[in-house]
């Protein structure tokens, strides 16, 4: 691994600025309120990487909700998915007979919210829908795809906004290609 001091060095391209993503979860939180008035839903913040995304998004939603937070993860120091899903912290409470969101930074493959879904869908909520800021359909491996996305995205490994390589770049205003310098060689 080979990062820079300056992270901005370590982006090749800047896919969506700060102010791309800052009107597209308004949008977003448009709908949400719109469509989750008076039901009172349990949002869920898929750590670590949609930590930014959630926090903006909640705020953008004008009604009645919970937060809760959820540590899953499919891969490990790399760029591509291990297969291995690994739960490191559980929502703190009953879901059974709410209504359900789960926020995540990037669909991908689809093994991760797969799984999720499987998982709390046991539980027996009153409905479960999926959020999800980024999405690589070309990358694909199962037949899962988002309730509401922000941006369709093209087949790259993108950090900032709260996605990292290797536990960095979480901290970017915006999405960026990662520079395959730093994972090459
Ligand atoms: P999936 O299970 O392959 O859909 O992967 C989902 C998870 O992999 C996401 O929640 C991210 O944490 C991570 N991930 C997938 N693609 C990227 C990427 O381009 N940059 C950073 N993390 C990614």
């Given amino acids: 691994m080979n990062i820079s001091e300056n992270m901005r ?17 308004k949008e977003l939180g448009q709908q949400l309120s719109k469509d989750y008035a008076g039901k009172h839903p349990i949002v869920v913040c898929v750590m670590k990487g949609a930590v930014n995304f959630f926090s903006d998004l909640v705020r953008e939603i004008d009604c009645q909700l ?14 591509k998915t291990s297969g291995i899903i690994r739960i490191s912290k559980d929502i703190d409470t ?13 669909i991908d493959s689809g093994l991760t919210l797969k799984h999720l879904l499987k998982l709390l869908e046991q539980r027996e909520p009153a409905s479960i829908k999926t959020v999800c800021l980024l999405d690589k359909p070309e ?26 390589y290797a536990g960095y770049y979480r901290n970017l205003k915006y999405v960026g290609i990662l520079d395959p310098k730093v994972y090459e060689g």
């Fill in 94 to 106: 009953s879901i059974t007979n709410r209504h359900v969101i789960i926020v995540e930074d990037i």
């Fill in 66 to 79: 919970e937060l809760e937070f959820m540590g899953i993860s499919s891969y490990g120091n790399g760029v």
């Fill in 139 to 164: 990358r694909r491996q199962c037949d899962i795809n988002p309730d509401y996305s922000g941006f369709t995205i093209p087949n790259a490994f993108v950090i900032g906004y709260g996605l990292d």
């Fill in 9 to 25: 060095d370590d982006v090749q391209e800047v896919l969506l600025t700060e102010e791309r993503i800052k009107a597209r979860v």
